[in-house]
């Protein structure tokens, strides 16, 4: 308006009328010019609206902790819940999750829940999660699945390791136990899953008396008793997967393995004191 009116002499009950606006409120505006906390907060819609735009699926606390832990920007959640709703960002809706899990209908072994729910860990290695999910990809008219097979330790959230296969089957959880293994050798935690069928068989069994380790399992349709694991699989697919169509195999198995080394270095969590999995787990290491 002030540039219409000045240069082009348009006048100003006309702007204020089109534009829907009080003649008073135009030049209190003008009296008034923007305070120095609305400017800070133009310039701070600039760098959440750029977050948003790599990330859409941060809502405004996890938007604020990559302001503060990234870009040393120090912000309350009011303020950037504020500029969000100004400016209509909004993180995706979480879809709701999808098992692939297959029991066995003549299981080896059965343990108990041992866990019970206890998701928290004084220190790394004291308890693992395990789980696998699928994951689609369209070739043409053809549906493909690869599996994702992985392994959580609940003190810092991190994955120990993962292993991607074609087929849901004994190889891809063994390899990935042995992996697990390779990489923690002195870990001798208690390791959680649910009933699937890998996990029931005596080959698994064998593996886990043998590195010194007590099985847990989830009770039979109580997917919350391994909660923090369906947690990692909602966060990763809400967040790479369902906002991507795949139509070649190598692509999907490229976005998977890049997704978790993110969510290992790069991804922030409050329950870890805003750090990530990583940075959390070395500064355990460094104390200890």
């Not at 969590?269 to 990530?276: A, P, Y």
Request: some cysteine; proline content about 4%.
């Amino acid at each position: 308006m002030k540039e219409l009116s000045s240069d082009k002499r348009y006048p100003i009950d006309k702007l204020c009328k089109y534009l829907n606006i009080t003649r008073s409120a135009y030049y209190n505006w003008l009296k008034h010019p923007e305070s120095n906390n609305e400017l800070q907060n133009e310039t701070l819609s600039v760098e959440i609206q750029k977050i948003h735009k790599e990330h859409p699926d941060m809502g405004y606390r996890r938007i604020r902790d990559e302001l503060d832990g990234h870009k040393g920007i120090h912000v309350n959640d009011k303020r950037v819940l504020r500029i969000c709703r100004k400016y209509d960002i909004k993180s995706n809706i979480k879809w709701k999750p999808k098992s692939c899990t297959r029991g066995d209908r003549n299981p080896d072994h059965i343990a108990k829940n041992y866990l019970h729910r206890d998701f928290h860990a004084d220190k790394p290695n004291e308890k693992w999660l395990t789980d696998v999910s699928e994951f689609k990809y369209y070739i043409g008219n053809e549906v493909h699945k690869i599996y994702l097979s992985a392994i959580l330790d609940l003190y810092d959230r991190r994955i120990v390791t993962f292993k991607i296969s074609d087929h849901n089957d004994n190889p891809l959880v063994m390899d990935t136990f042995d992996e697990a293994v390779r990489l923690e050798p002195d870990a001798h935690p208690l390791f959680h899953s649910d009933r699937g069928f890998q996990y029931t068989s005596a080959q698994f069994r064998t593996r886990l008396k043998k590195h010194h380790m007590k099985q847990s399992m989830s009770r039979v349709a109580h997917c919350i008793d391994n909660g923090p694991m369906e947690g990692f699989w909602g966060i990763l697919k809400r967040e790479m997967y369902y906002c991507q169509h795949f139509n070649d195999r190598t692509a999907l198995i490229a976005a998977i393995t890049d997704y978790i080394n993110y969510y290992n270095n790069q991804r922030l969590q409050r329950k870890l004191n805003v750090m990530t999995p990583m940075e959390y787990h070395n500064q355990y290491i460094k104390v200890a």
